[in-house]
């Protein structure tokens, strides 16, 4: 089954050398020239995965995927002329799922986006559950819920709880995070301590059994 790309970016350079190399590499590619296209085209279909410019007119990136999520979990690639890691850190809040700065690589890029269809892909066991007192994971539902409620995770935060909770009790460190959930192996492995951050938020109660290792990283007790 043919995958479906949507490129987001107002410059109409950058959206055809994506293309020429998503096609090469068997994507099905659509195009849209800023955010409120995005947004509209997302919800006249469905696509895979999006690689998404920030700054555009009319509707910036950021603000279009927070529209697109409202809906659809889609998982997003964002390109930014902008290295701060204020954009970086803000970007994974809202959802993203990778960050590329430009001038960027598109065969790094292509590269990119099937690392993150391979983590997003469904699993295979259709009743697979992993319970720790109130706290459900449905693995192939992609659902996770806390004492009957379901809450609601971005893509990364879900993969990374999935991966610690099934390398329970195992002292995990920021370097191995990085490599095995985002696929890795160098990078800002500040992005682990945001997206627990938030996972410990959404968990409530159960907030504690991600434990921080000084030093280290972080496990799950169970």
Not at 30 to 35: Q, R
Not at 84 to 96: H, I, P, R
Not at 120 to 132: D, G, L
Request: proline share 4%.
């Amino acid at each position: 089954m043919i995958q479906k790309l949507l490129v987001v970016d107002d410059e109409q350079r950058i959206r055809e050398v994506i293309r020429e190399y998503a096609e090469f590499n068997g994507y099905e590619v659509t195009e849209a020239v800023d955010g409120m296209d995005a947004v509209k085209l997302c919800r006249e279909e469905d696509f895979d995965i999006i690689i998404m410019d920030v700054m555009m007119p009319r509707l910036d990136g950021f603000s279009a995927v927070k529209e697109i999520k409202k809906s659809k979990d889609i998982p997003v690639i964002m390109l930014s002329a902008r290295d701060e890691e204020y954009d970086k850190l803000f970007a994974f809040e809202v959802g993203v799922d990778d960050y590329m700065v430009k001038p960027f690589s598109p065969k790094e890029l292509i590269a990119r986006v099937g690392v993150v269809l391979s983590r997003v892909a469904p699993q295979e066991n259709p009743e697979e559950r992993i319970v720790f007192d109130g706290l459900i994971i449905n693995l192939p539902a992609r659902e996770v819920t806390v004492d009957g409620e379901k809450v609601d995770l971005t893509p990364k935060e879900y993969e990374l709880l999935v991966y610690l909770v099934q390398n329970k009790n195992i002292a995990l460190s920021r370097d191995v995070l990085l490599s095995d959930i985002w696929g890795y192996d160098f990078g800002d492995v500040r992005t682990i301590d945001t997206h627990v951050k938030n996972l410990r938020n959404t968990l409530g109660p159960y907030r504690n059994k991600i434990v921080t290792l000084r030093g280290v990283g972080y496990k799950f007790e169970g």
